[in-house]
């Protein structure tokens, strides 16, 4: 008759240690760190897997209609900050080691979130109307936004400040400034108070949006190369005068 065995049988080599066994305390509670930094490197990327969650769930509420246009730009902005700190620091970026890869480590589907995360800019940021997407025009198209400003009407400062911003980026580039930590947040300025002014796609405004996903993607200290930085001077001073023609 066969003798089956009721479990899998334990590796020859392996020799059950009773003195070990006995000090086991089962009532005793589990570290999941023995030091202050393990502890700091978990908290953080327990902090990075709520935000992308988060994200992900914010991206679908907004789509939805169900967050105003204003909570979602705040608590997006808030989120992916929060998020570039964090894998910002070396022991957190060695643990983290990409978002793909902590995807799949955690076994996350966060489609939503994996785009904003790429893109570094809220929704209403890459297009002036997406606040309007679900409410009256039939979606999307230029009737209702080709006319004064798209309904805005900006006060000569935001205008002002506007302007300022773009002549600000460009010196910047002509003062040689290339490093993504230099220039993504003067062009990040460049959208935001172009946004205030007007919701029009004006000409050459999706250039700007597309250097900012350019930056985004590149390393904090990393740099753009003299013919990149000489098509980002082109493109935004483009984008500049299509901005000029709006007003």
Not at 79 to 105: C, H, I, M, N, T
Not at 116 to 138: E, F, K, L, Q
Request: proline share 4%; aromatic share 6%; hydrophobic share 35%.
């Amino acid at each position: 008759m066969l003798n089956r065995q009721p479990y899998a049988p334990t590796p020859h080599s392996y020799v059950p240690n009773s003195t070990l066994s006995a000090t086991i305390n089962l009532d005793e509670e589990v570290k999941l760190a023995d030091t202050r930094a393990e502890r700091d490197l978990q908290d953080s990327l327990a902090e990075i897997f709520s935000i992308i969650v988060t994200l992900d769930e914010l991206e679908r509420a907004f789509l939805k209609d169900a967050i105003p246009e204003a909570d979602y730009t705040e608590i997006c902005e808030r989120s992916l900050k929060q998020y570039k700190s964090l894998v910002a620091d070396e022991a957190v970026a060695r643990a983290f080691v990409g978002l793909e890869e902590f995807k799949a480590e955690w076994d996350l589907e966060v489609p939503r979130a994996t785009e904003r995360i790429r893109v570094g800019m809220p929704s209403t940021t890459v297009d002036a109307s997406a606040g309007h997407h679900g409410g009256g025009s039939g979606g999307g198209g230029n009737g209702s936004k080709s006319e004064n400003s798209g309904g805005k009407n900006p006060s000569g400062q935001l205008i002002l400040e506007a302007t300022q911003d773009f002549i600000t980026f460009l010196d910047a580039l002509k003062l040689g400034l290339l490093a993504k930590d230099q220039l993504h947040p003067l062009l990040t300025d460049v959208i935001q108070s172009a946004n205030k002014v007007t919701d029009r796609d004006f000409e050459n405004r999706g250039k700007i949006v597309q250097w900012l996903i350019t930056l985004n993607q590149m390393k904090a200290t990393e740099e753009l190369s003299e013919d990149q930085a000489r098509e980002l001077e082109l493109d935004i001073n483009s984008a500049y005068q299509g901005f000029k023609a709006t007003l």
